[in-house]
């Protein structure tokens, strides 16, 4: 096994006294002093700060946006075109069968198109982009780029200290702005639920930066495990678990992010990967579709635990892809498949763990609201 | 107070024996969300698992220590399972158990030897 990759911030980690884990091929702190239960409720009410320089940062540029967007629409479902300048959007990279091959976030940047993808993807996107869109399109896996998160309600005070501009920023907005002296890629989005701001910074500023941040009050440096759960909670997919390459957007209930442009009767509808099932089942429905769980005992159920219609006997019915406990919602909190048919809220199933079916009601995502600023 | 090497103290109360988890144990486990306890008037055997802790992280078995049944269990930890974080040698105990044979602690651990395996 290739030894771990370790981003700018390892050093500081350890010197805060983070508990490490191999994530996606790097080294990464899991949880800090603090502890995942804390960390959490730090982001839900005050602000954290978040090491996500293990995602991928590409840049693509053609000629002009719009080349660039022309070529990307190909691999993608969503209205490039349609993206105004400083604006981000959510998308995912479609395989042939109609399943998701990576999720990302995409943005115009007036002449080019910036990108983030999974850790764990980004080797394989770089080269699926390069083999798809070269020579008219160059690709850049950045490399001397680091990424912050930080989320929370205090969010947006805390870095409006290091620029006024923050302010000005609304939920998917994208800028460019100096912050502890060096040039920063700066959108308003996260995977919190909470308000916040995700931030490419070169890697010569990168600690400096996350130094001045934590020295504010409201500021913690925040682990994987409370990610996870802040992530869950806010009913935000994780790739490889929630969706991945035998699920369709439309049965995970991101239907959302493929815009009308792109769809049956839209300016450019199809032609990407996978397009006759997915408008297919954008008209017609799917046959299974990601719902929120909610466990009705204090017993999470984690990935993996069997969904049934009953509570004795019969098949399996679907299964849970993500869960554990929700420290804001105070108990177990999961997102699994399910038929369609029972894909409505205040349903009862049942979860089988440990031997016993427990009653689980299916509820809408997410299990805590979205704090954005819109 | 006895240890085991499943990071588990035993208390020996007369006949009773408390079994609880090491604050070494709580620690590693970080929150601990649910305790899924045994029933009272359960019989076990030495090396059952009887009882489930849930953390934020993951799920982990405890073992019963010794043979013999089940007398009590601790009630407070079907809604504040964060005891044992918080006491884990006192309000975090888990269950009591009615020895069939103490001649089974002799195989655990002093205090000395058990902070000389989590050193």
Aim: with cysteine; glycine share 10%.
């Amino acid at each position: 096994m290739d030894a771990l990759r370790r981003t700018p911030f390892y050093d500081l980690h350890l010197k805060l006294g983070a508990k490490m884990v191999g994530f996606a091929g790097f080294d990464m702190p899991v949880q800090y002093p603090l502890g995942v239960m804390q960390e959490h409720r730090h982001t839900r009410t005050k602000a954290g700060l978040f090491d996500v320089s293990h995602m991928g940062q590409v840049i693509l540029r053609g000629a002009t946006y719009a080349a660039a967007a022309t070529a990307l629409e190909r691999l993608i479902p969503m209205d490039v075109h349609g993206l105004q300048p400083g604006r981000q959007r959510y998308g995912l990279f479609t395989n042939p069968q109609g399943g998701i091959q990576d999720d990302l976030m995409f943005a115009n940047r007036g002449d080019h198109i910036f990108m983030v993808v999974n850790a764990a993807c980004a080797d394989a996107d770089v080269k699926y982009l390069r083999e798809m869109l070269e020579p008219d399109i160059s690709i850049k896996h950045l490399q001397n780029r680091a990424l912050l998160a930080l989320q929370g309600p205090c969010a947006e005070a805390v870095l409006a200290e290091h620029h006024p501009a923050i302010c000005d920023m609304k939920f998917m907005d994208v800028e460019t702005l100096p912050l502890a002296g060096a040039e920063c890629w700066i959108s308003r989005s996260g995977y919190t639920g909470e308000d916040g701001f995700e931030i490419s910074v070169p890697t010569a500023a990168a600690n400096d930066l996350a130094q001045a941040l934590l020295a504010h009050e409201d500021v913690e440096f925040i682990g994987l495990g409370a990610r996870d759960s802040l992530r869950l909670e806010a009913g935000l997919c994780l790739y490889g678990h929630d969706i991945g390459p035998n699920t369709s957007p439309v049965e995970a209930g991101l239907s959302w992010a493929i815009q009308r442009a792109r769809r049956t009767g839209g300016d450019r509808a199809g032609g990407f990967p996978g397009a006759e099932r997915i408008l297919g089942e954008l008209s017609d429905g799917a046959p299974k579709k990601r719902v929120g769980l909610r466990p009705q005992g204090r017993a999470p159920m984690r990935e993996g635990v069997l969904i049934f219609a009953d509570e004795a006997g019969g098949a399996p019915i679907g299964s849970v892809t993500s869960g554990g406990f929700g420290p804001t919602v105070q108990g177990p909190v999961a997102m699994g498949y399910v038929p369609s048919e029972l894909a409505k809220a205040d349903t009862i199933v049942f979860g089988e763990v440990r031997g016993k079916r427990l009653p689980v009601e299916i509820v809408s995502l997410p299990f805590t609201a979205a704090n954005f600023k819109r | 107070m006895k240890f085991t090497e499943e990071h588990e103290w035993l208390r020996i109360e007369d006949d009773l024996v408390v079994v609880g988890i090491t604050e070494h144990a709580s620690t590693q486990l970080g929150d601990i969300v649910f305790v899924e306890l045994p029933d009272e008037g359960d019989t076990v055997s030495k090396d059952d698992e009887v009882v489930v802790i849930e953390s934020v992280k993951a799920a982990s078995d405890i073992l019963a220590p010794l043979d013999g049944e089940i007398t009590e269990i601790n009630p407070a930890l079907e809604d504040e399972p964060a005891k044992v974080n918080e006491d884990p040698l006192g309000a975090g105990w888990f269950f009591k158990i009615r020895h069939s044979d103490l001649s089974q602690m002799d195989d655990y651990m002093d205090e000395a030897a058990y902070n000389k395996l989590i050193s």
